[in-house]
């Protein structure tokens, strides 16, 4: 099983800051990587694929970076609606592995 | 659009079995998966069905589990056997957008299934 670890577990910080989360796989999962936000009593909702690849409608400000074992989502800026939960997937390998998330909280 | 439906209290050793109700697209010829998220905690992986008959499972609930579909309903389901606390989770439905691309464009709104006695 491929284990995805994220940091920070909380990010405290104030509209219109830039915010970087960090993801790492235990093993080199290329540019298979997924990101997806997730907000209190709400699903999940697909951000990022391919490392890098914005899904439908999610707003520029989100971008993706790095390949292998180290992986960067950033918001350029962050919104009011930007504080939630952010999750990181590996789809290389069988189990689907999830990261334990990032908590973007209002400062 | 994904409607989950089908959970709710169920003792421990007994089954349940989940339905997705799927609009908008044909779940006989798209790759699903089912989600989960214990109480308080973050996302787990469950089970994902290919567009033929190939499955995969979560190793937490191998042969426990069985992922299907009913292509007349549009409906996927989760059938859940010899049900442990430790599955008490919401349980979600979603789209995978297609081979090797095992990521999960479109969610249900997920179902609640509360594993005790």
């Known amino acids: ?107 | 659009q994904l409607v989950e439906s089908g959970g709710g209290l169920v003792q421990p050793g007994r089954s349940l079995r989940l339905s997705c109700a799927a609009s908008e697209f044909s779940v006989s010829n798209t790759y699903m998966t089912w989600v989960r998220q214990a109480p308080g905690k973050g996302l787990e992986w469950v089970s994902l069905i290919f567009d033929g008959a190939t499955t995969y499972y979560a190793d937490s609930v191998q042969g426990r589990f069985t992922i299907s579909r009913d292509s007349s309903k549009n409906t996927l389901f989760l059938q859940m056997n010899s049900l442990r606390p430790e599955d008490t989770a919401m349980y979600y439905c979603a789209k995978v957008t297609g081979p090797k691309r095992y990521y999960f464009d479109s969610w249900g709104q997920g179902t609640l299934v509360t594993v005790s006695s």
């Open chain 1, 1 to 107: 099983e491929i284990v995805m670890t994220q940091s920070p577990a909380t990010l405290s910080v104030s509209p219109g800051e830039r915010v970087t989360l960090s993801c790492r796989a235990r093993e080199n999962i290329n540019n298979k990587l997924a990101w997806y936000q997730q907000k209190p009593g709400h699903a999940p909702r697909l951000l990022l694929y391919g490392g890098n690849t914005r899904a439908t409608g999610i707003p520029a400000r989100f971008s993706g970076s790095g390949s292998g074992t180290e992986f960067t989502l950033t918001i350029s800026s962050l919104q009011s609606e930007d504080f939630a939960v952010y999750y990181c997937q590996q789809y290389i390998n069988w189990p689907l592995t999830f990261g334990g998330g990032t908590k973007v909280e209002i400062k």
